[in-house]
T-cell receptor, first 116, second 113 residues
Framework: AQTVTQSQPEMSVQEAETVTLSCTYDTSESDYYLFWYKQPPSRQMILVIRQEAYKQQNATENRFSVNFQKAAKSFSLKISDSQLGDAAMYFCAYTSYNFGNEKLTFGTGTRLTIIP | SQTIHQWPATLVQPVGSPLSLECTVEGTSNPNLYWYRQAAGRGLQLLFYSVGIGQISSEVPQNLSASRPQDRQFILSSKKLLLSDSGFYLC????????????FGQGTRLTVV
């Protein structure tokens, strides 16, 4: 079964600095997606960034980028120039895109605090 | 893109009462559907997921059940609520194959008293 592990329950960063959130996963599949979702206090889930496993190039979305290490099954999120609005719970998630095995599995989350 | 309608937003129920939370999806067909529970300040625990009408996979043995009577309708139920059923419940939907971004409902905050 697929598992997703986030080993940092809480992280904090000074405003305008850079922070990296860690995620590791376990799977026997070769074709899958990885995601980072943000959950602000409103509890609405917001997609931050997505990585296809077959792509070697790391995904980037403005200030957000990932370090995807397929062999190590590692998928970290880097937030550059941290802003107060980045404060939230961040969840790493995995899904296979092989039909019948598309269960979306989340890690336990990392609570990110931005220090003004 | 998809829109997920989930209701009610807030619910207070006495112990031993039944539960029915409903989730409907717009903007796609034949989605994968999920029910998650989130305890305060904690992660998302997958409760049930469904790949089609009448097809339900249960992830955690518990007091809850799920049904999918229509392609874009997913229902979470309980015959008798327990105090431990309190939490924040999220419905989610993903497409098939390469279209796997998840869309989420607004959530239901359930308090069992």
């Amino acid at each position: 079964a697929q598992t997703v592990t986030q080993s940092q329950p809480e992280m904090s960063v000074q405003e305008a600095e850079t922070v990296t959130l860690s995620c590791t996963y376990d799977t026997s599949e070769s074709d899958y997606y990885l995601f980072w979702y943000k959950q602000p206090p409103s509890r609405q889930m917001i997609l931050v960034i997505r990585q296809e496993a077959y792509k070697q190039q790391n995904a980037t979305e403005n200030r957000f980028s990932v370090n995807f290490q397929k062999a190590a099954k590692s998928f970290s999120l880097k937030i550059s120039d941290s802003q107060l609005g980045d404060a939230a719970m961040y969840f790493c998630a995995y899904t296979s895109y092989n039909f019948g095995n598309e269960k979306l599995t989340f890690g336990t989350g990392t609570r990110l605090t931005i220090i003004p | 893109s998809q829109t997920i309608h989930q209701w009610p937003a807030t619910l207070v129920q006495p112990v031993g009462s039944p539960l029915s939370l409903e989730c409907t999806v717009e903007g796609t067909s034949n989605p994968n559907l999920y029910w998650y529970r989130q305890a305060a300040g904690r992660g998302l625990q997958l409760l049930f997921y469904s790949v089609g009408i009448g097809q339900i996979s249960s992830e955690v043995p518990q007091n809850l059940s799920a049904s999918r009577p229509q392609d874009r309708q997913f229902i979470l139920s309980s015959k008798k609520l327990l105090l431990s059923d309190s939490g924040f419940y999220l419905c989610a939907s993903t497409g098939r194959g390469l279209n796997t971004e998840a869309f989420f409902g607004q959530g239901t905050r359930l308090t069992v008293v």
